[in-house]
């Protein structure tokens, strides 16, 4: 289990929209530029200007924007040497449960983040499957997912405790005082930059999201992935209902 920092600021988040810049410092937010609309390739000329700019593709059925996110593997210069290997994995994440919380405006539903990890020598990239771009998909409201992550209190420590009782050093930990939340749905994925802290997956709606997930991954627990818990007091605010206050972004 995760090791608890001894310190916890209480700390009440309103979620962003998921957009590459206000991302930026984290990582890679990841969607099409293209309208959804759009049913046939138009000429390059028509199209904005966009970074990485696309080129034709597939007989000119397509077009091809690459590359559109890092895929980054800092393990040589990991303690142990252990090499990496490139890794593909599907994760099915089933809807978190919120609870009532009294804000300013009344009575609102919060998600409660307890726990950040990080991987601190490769990027990871989730890709939504099976998940609509839309706020709704016929009658019924479709899922989204939450995006959680703190910067890096880069030279710092900060002093934790282990389930077992020990007291341990977490080096560059995570900065819970400036911890944000990102609203994604369908049509976008996330890429978490080398060494981000972020909160394991959030999906909220009626049913399960499944996800690809894409890292590389050399075997060695504590350089595949770090963790940090700790205590009540840092929320999300999703308003009023479910997803009011996030449908909205």
Request: aromatic content about 8%; glycine content about 8%.
């Amino acid at each position: 289990m995760a090791p608890i920092l001894t310190s916890s600021p209480t700390l009440r988040i309103t979620p962003e929209p998921f957009t590459q810049e206000a991302f930026s410092p984290f990582g890679t937010a990841i969607s099409c530029p293209l309208p959804r609309n759009l049913s046939s390739a138009p000429p390059l000329s028509s199209l904005p200007p966009h970074d990485p700019a696309p080129v034709v593709a597939n007989q000119s059925s397509a077009l091809k924007y690459s590359p559109i996110s890092p895929l980054l593997d800092r393990y040589p210069q990991c303690p142990s040497g252990q090499p990496s290997s490139a890794r593909m994995s599907m994760f099915s994440c089933f809807p978190r449960k919120l609870r009532s919380s009294r804000g300013t405006g009344g009575e609102t539903s919060v998600f409660d983040v307890r726990i950040l990890e990080r991987h601190p020598f490769t990027t990871q990239t989730f890709t939504p499957i099976d998940l609509s771009s839309q706020a709704r998909a016929g009658d019924a409201e479709e899922p989204f997912y939450l995006v959680i992550v703190a910067p890096t209190l880069k030279g710092q420590t900060a002093t934790a405790t282990t389930p077992s009782g020990d007291t341990v050093t977490i080096r560059d930990p995570p900065d819970l005082n400036n911890v944000r939340a990102f609203v994604a749905r369908g049509g976008q994925a996330v890429t978490y930059g080398v060494g981000t802290w972020h909160a394991p997956m959030v999906v909220l709606g009626s049913r399960r999201v499944d996800f690809v997930v894409v890292q590389f991954v050399n075997g060695v627990d504590d350089e595949d992935v770090q963790e940090a818990a700790f205590g009540e007091g840092v929320v999300v605010d999703l308003g009023k209902t479910r997803t009011s206050g996030a449908s909205k972004l």
